[in-house]
């Protein structure tokens, strides 16, 4: 079954420390894998999208990377700022359909 | 250049009435879908369309219907509103298909059926 798993569920740092949330997945055929943003209220907003072929991808403080042998990803913030608040959202493609985790809830702190 | 608009943002329905969900882009995007997202569920596919005229289910069309006669317009249809539909939706378009596109998303319509 296609599934895309993130953790943790909720984090909670302070203002100015780094992060890195995980997403697994076990989603066959692989298209591509994507990181939304979602503040409270609001709908998701694309961070980044890499491929088979991408290992890495950054937009400004936000990093992606993408194993596609152990099939796992991750999302690292720098230097969080308060509107790093919000829920970030690992979505695998298929080829065909859009497989959406559960998120990440990230709190940042003053 | 609004992207993608969503009306209203929230809606509070008695069980049994209907309602429609009206969603607009401005893009120009050929795919237009629609999403419902519960409390700790990723979202899932209610339906899509690929252009004016032409529509397909999803992974959880039970319940709702669509209609596409313009590129910009994508409504959404509850004909018998039931507790299991209070949620929130999302509208969103992409240029071409979704599976390797980047997807926009409308700010959403948050539905209570009581």
């Known amino acids: 079954k296609n599934q895309v798993e993130q953790s943790p569920q909720s984090l909670i740092i302070l203002e100015g420390k780094n992060c890195t949330l995980q997403c697994n997945y076990t989603v066959s055929p692989f298209s591509n894998l994507r990181w939304y943003k979602q503040d409270t209220g609001r709908g998701p907003v694309s961070l980044t999208i890499m491929t088979f072929s991408e290992n890495t991808k950054s937009n400004g403080r936000y990093t992606a990377t993408l194993d596609a042998d152990t099939k796992q990803s991750s999302l690292h913030i720098t230097a969080s700022q308060l509107s790093d608040s919000a829920s970030y959202i690992c979505?695998?493609?298929?080829?065909?359909?859009?497989?959406f985790g559960t998120g990440t809830r990230l709190q940042v702190f003053p | 250049n609004a992207g993608v608009t969503q009306t209203p943002k929230f809606r509070i329905l008695k069980i049994g009435q209907s309602m429609t969900l009206q969603c607009t882009q401005d893009m120009n995007h050929n795919y237009m879908y629609w999403y419902r997202q519960d409390p700790g569920m990723g979202l899932k596919l209610i339906y899509y369309?690929?252009?004016?005229?032409?529509?397909d289910k999803g992974e959880v069309p039970n319940g709702y219907n669509v209609s596409r006669s313009t590129t910009e317009d994508f409504p959404l249809r509850l004909e018998l509103a039931a507790p299991s539909q209070t949620s929130v939706y999302f509208c969103?378009?992409?240029?071409?298909?979704?599976?390797?596109?980047?997807?926009?998303f409308g700010p959403g319509t948050r539905l209570t059926v009581l």
């Open positions: 979505v695998v493609s298929d080829t065909d359909k859009l497989i």
């Open positions: 969103a378009s992409s240029s071409r298909d979704r599976a390797n596109n980047e997807q926009f």
């Open positions: 369309s690929v252009g004016a005229g032409i529509t």
